[in-house]
């Protein structure tokens, strides 16, 4: 699975946040890991200009093989909680992406006996 990080300027988009980030996004959702075949994450300031209270976001967009993308996004008032939040929400979201999947696939129609 291919992880793109990405952050705006008043993000420090350091090597340490995008390492720390994307570690703890992959452990979230490792049990997903050969259902997807790509993550986006995307960390930025609503408000760079001001300081205020849960005005970072972090978005991970899931790229499940042969399926539409899934994404969401969560604020907190720092990205480490932003990320961790959007992980949960993520994960939540693929669970039940793949489990409706399981439900609805079945064997095709057995050919009929005369």
Do not use: W, Y
């Not at 050969?34 to 001001?50: C, G, P, Q």
Request: proline letters at 4%.
């Amino acid at each position: 699975m291919q992880v793109q990080f990405n952050s705006d300027s008043s993000i420090m988009g350091t090597e340490n946040v995008a390492s720390r980030i994307e570690a703890r996004v992959r452990e979230k959702l490792s049990r997903f890991e050969d259902r997807l075949t790509r993550l986006e994450i995307h960390v930025h300031d609503e408000n760079a200009h001001k300081h205020g209270h849960d005005d970072k976001a972090c978005t991970i967009e899931a790229r499940p093989r042969g399926g539409k993308p899934i994404g969401v996004t969560e604020g907190a008032s720092t990205v480490d909680d932003a990320a961790r939040k959007a992980a949960v929400t993520l994960s939540q979201r693929l669970t039940r992406h793949f489990g409706k999947q399981s439900r609805h696939s079945h064997d095709p129609r057995p050919d009929k006996v005369m």
